[in-house]
């Protein structure tokens, strides 16, 4: 195991997921539901398989495009739903 790629993988997505709309909706759901550990169960196992979905596509790509196109692909992307999201198409 690479521990300096996990290390950087963990702080990256530990400092993202702060306070986004996944951490407020798992509040949500814990808040109404009174059961902290199915909802913590629930949480973990979402995140973990859109986790391994991400790294299995990412890897895959990765096996067929060059990274500097991936990264411009996806940031195309960004700023095309940002500014869908901001007219109000989305």
Do not use: N
């Not at 306070?19 to 509040?27: L, P, V, Y």
């Amino acid at each position: 195991m690479d521990w300096k790629i996990m290390l950087a993988t963990f702080a990256t997505i530990f400092i993202a997921e702060l306070g986004d709309k996944t951490q407020i909706a798992t509040m949500i759901v814990s808040a109404k539901s009174r059961a902290p550990f199915s909802v913590i169960l629930g949480s973990l196992l979402a995140f973990g398989l859109s986790t391994i979905i991400a790294v299995g596509v990412g890897h895959v790509l990765g096996e067929f495009f060059p990274e500097r196109l991936i990264k411009i692909i996806s940031g195309i992307a960004f700023l095309v739903l940002g500014a869908l999201i901001i007219t109000g198409k989305i």
